[in-house]
């Protein structure tokens, strides 16, 4: 039995899902989004909650049964909250500016980079930090991690972009010969 997978997916107020067959769409302040999940789950949505169990108890059902429920739950999290992650720009010189939907980084290269945020992705600059918000948790952690990528930080000065959470581990340096 999915620990998971038997929890029902409580709907806020705010937002509305559609279910038909195994397609569901959600709807919410911060977004729409719809997935067509695999067909070996039943979902069902009794008054404010969704409802998710397997067809039958094949393997391949018992796995979906879980995956299927956290998706509905990110899906009606992020159209009524949204998801966020935060980005930190380290480095002298390194900055990064955001004009409609495209990010201009400069980290130290001959050129600056220009990223095209896809739809759905709103990004801003607080500071020096980057934040990347949508409703899809999916886009916002690729997106984010597309933007780490440009310059991932490295351990001897703790140059580049990280996460706001992530914790970079450190090296001692070279030290000169002793005589």
């Known amino acids: 039995m999915s620990r998971i997978g038997k929890n029902p997916v409580v709907i806020p107020d705010k937002v509305t899902v559609k279910i038909k067959d195994t397609h569901v769409m959600v709807n919410g302040p911060v977004g729409q989004l719809e997935f067509t999940f695999a067909k070996n789950v039943s979902i069902e949505q009794k008054d404010k909650t969704i409802v998710i169990t397997p067809q039958d108890d094949s393997l391949q059902s018992r796995a979906q049964w879980g995956t299927t429920r956290a998706l509905i739950n990110n899906m009606v999290v992020g159209c009524s909250v949204g998801f966020s992650?935060?980005?930190?720009?380290?480095?002298?010189?390194?900055?990064?500016?955001?004009?409609?939907?495209?990010?201009?980084?400069?980290?130290?290269?001959?050129?600056?980079?220009?990223?095209?945020?896809?739809?759905?992705?709103?990004?801003?600059?607080?500071?020096?930090?980057?934040h990347v918000t949508g409703a899809d948790k999916e886009l916002v952690g690729l997106v984010a991690a597309k933007i780490r990528s440009f310059r991932p930080p490295e351990p001897y000065k703790g140059k580049g972009i990280k996460y706001n959470s992530e914790h970079i581990i450190r090296k001692a340096g070279k030290t000169g010969a002793k005589a």
């Open 85 to 130: 992650k935060v980005l930190e720009i380290n480095g002298v010189g390194y900055k990064a500016a955001v004009a409609g939907n495209k990010v201009t980084l400069n980290l130290g290269y001959s050129h600056p980079i220009d990223f095209d945020v896809p739809k759905g992705i709103v990004a801003k600059m607080v500071g020096k930090d980057l």
